[in-house]
């Protein structure tokens, strides 16, 4: 499956506590939706990743922009994490980047 998706953030609205940072990166996690229903020519949506304490305690979604998906082969599937393999061991490949 492949999908391209044009989308458009409001800088204004990302929170200066959103942004992190490692290894001297800044890093901005965000979070897409895409719906099949479309409005004003959007079907897509970016919110502030929120973590699972947010999700459980059901917290707004800091919404920050919006988009539409203009190609599709077809199916969106989700994406799996890749193992890695080296001539000592085998290990999972590190996502701890991901979550900060």
């Known amino acids: 499956m492949s999908a391209l998706v044009n989308f458009s953030i ?17 890093y901005l996690n965000l979070t897409m939706s895409v719906n099949d229903e479309t409005k004003f020519g959007n079907n897509t949506g970016v919110f502030i990743r ?21 190609w599709t082969s077809g199916d969106v599937v989700v994406a799996e994490k890749e193992e890695l393999e080296s001539e000592n061991s085998s290990s999972v490949a590190d996502s701890s980047f991901l979550d900060f």
């Open 10 to 26: 409001d800088l204004n609205k990302v929170p200066k506590t959103a942004v992190t940072s490692k290894n001297g990166k800044a």
């Open 50 to 70: 929120q973590t699972k304490e947010q999700r459980d305690a059901k917290d707004k979604k800091e919404y920050i922009g919006n988009g539409q998906v203009v």
